[in-house]
């Protein structure tokens, strides 16, 4: 049997115990950064495999370092705590794994962020398709625009500024959209809400460089990855305009909830046929079979996990 549980103040608890005061600094201001991470069960082996766990502890750390949060864990003390949690909890289907660190003082105003006692938590939810398991998503402009790094730093997961995912991804469902997509102040293309982008025209796969205020994707670390060893295809980083993606003939969105996620439609103009083009389907089947450490070729990237045992 699977149990809810949390790694929290140091130990492992039951989920329903995992609870902070209401005047903790960051319910209030945001001042947390966190990762979501998959753990993605292979029923045929018995396994649960963790999707590139360290680096998404190097990029908490990152996100760390830009908000002053001091957590007593390096990146492989963070992976032995989600293993030891994982086993524990038993799970035997595919799990969102959440690690935050926050500040934990509990003191509300209070607008600095040194001085301030910074803790560390992490919790794991069964988790299946975040977006539609298969076929195209219809996605709309975003009325709102992509935060800048001059405003709050995006490459990294600080709790604050999801705000303006969350007012994009809202605008977008409660207009009949799957998904939206960010344009910088100056209108180039920075990203989806919780995903990467990518452009295929012309047999080119194109995505907008990092400095985009684009979160440094994991998933779209992935996808270049693959494109350039396993498709032969160089990934060319540049500003891409709004219209350019109209006339792509494929567009595709990355990230660790939405896997590689074909976009068939933008603003009621379909893309290339509307459906899920040739290379995002090569991209597609080839990440969805590696990240359940079925390619030998990339077992590195999977941790494995086997419930209940050492
Ligand atoms: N951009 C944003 C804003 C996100 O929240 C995410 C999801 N973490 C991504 C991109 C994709 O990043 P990753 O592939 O590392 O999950």
Sequence with gaps: MAEALAYFRGGYVPLADANVNITTHALHYGTAVFEGIRGNWNETKGEMHIFRAKDHYERLLQGCKIMLLDIPY?????????????????????????????????????????????????????????????????????????????????????????????????????GGFDEAIFMNQDGSVSEGSGENIFVVSKGEIHTPLVSENNLTGITRDCAWTLAERELDIKIVERRIRRSELYLADEVFLTGTAAHITPVGELDNRPIGNGGIGPITQKLRDLYLNLIRGDNPKYEHWTTVVTPGRG
């Design 74 to 174: 390096s990146a492989d003390e963070l992976m032995d705590i989600t293993i030891e949690l994982l086993k524990r909890t038993g799970y035997r289907e595919d799990v969102y794994i959440r690690p935050i660190a926050y500040k934990s003082e509990e003191l509300v105003a209070n607008l600095m962020l040194h001085k301030l006692s910074s803790d560390f938590a992490l919790i794991i939810v069964p988790f299946g398709a975040y977006i539609k398991a298969d076929g195209a998503i219809r996605c709309c402009t975003s009325s709102w625009r992509r935060i800048d790094d001059t405003v709050i730093p995006s490459r990294v997961k600080i709790a604050g500024h999801y705000v303006n995912s969350i007012l994009a991804k809202t605008e977008a469902v409660l």
